[in-house]
């Protein structure tokens, strides 16, 4: 496998997982949160998530790029909390980084 689709793969299955916790398991709260954030973040982190990996197996990088900027606003907002949570900023960044090595092992290859 190689490293571009094994980093979208990791940032989106990480994002994921992280939601889970977020959601259902929260460390900081000791309880489930509230719905309306369970929906906002569920759109704005896990889809962004689905879309990534989904872009990661079938090699599409315009997906890549579309979960980063979907995804960034609240993971610069996660990224600068101090907690497990600032892990999401590096998904998302891991989103960005697939989508550029996944242009650039396109364009080696029609060289």
Do not use: C, Q
Not at 9 to 37: C, G, K, Q
Not at 88 to 94: A, L, Q
Request: aromatic content about 12%; proline content about 5%.
């Amino acid at each position: 496998m190689k490293i571009t689709k094994l980093i979208g793969l990791l940032a989106s299955i990480a994002s994921m997982f992280l939601w889970i916790i977020f959601a259902l398991f929260n460390p900081y709260t000791h309880e489930r949160v509230e719905n309306d954030v369970m929906v906002i973040t569920l759109f704005t982190l896990f889809i962004p998530a689905i879309v990534a990996l989904l872009g990661s197996v079938i090699k599409r990088p315009a997906l890549m790029f579309i979960a980063f900027v979907w995804s960034l606003p609240i993971s610069l907002y996660t990224a600068m909390t101090p907690s497990l949570f600032k892990m999401f900023g590096i998904t998302s960044v891991m989103y960005l980084i697939s989508g550029i090595l996944m242009m650039r092992d396109g364009r080696s290859r029609h060289r």
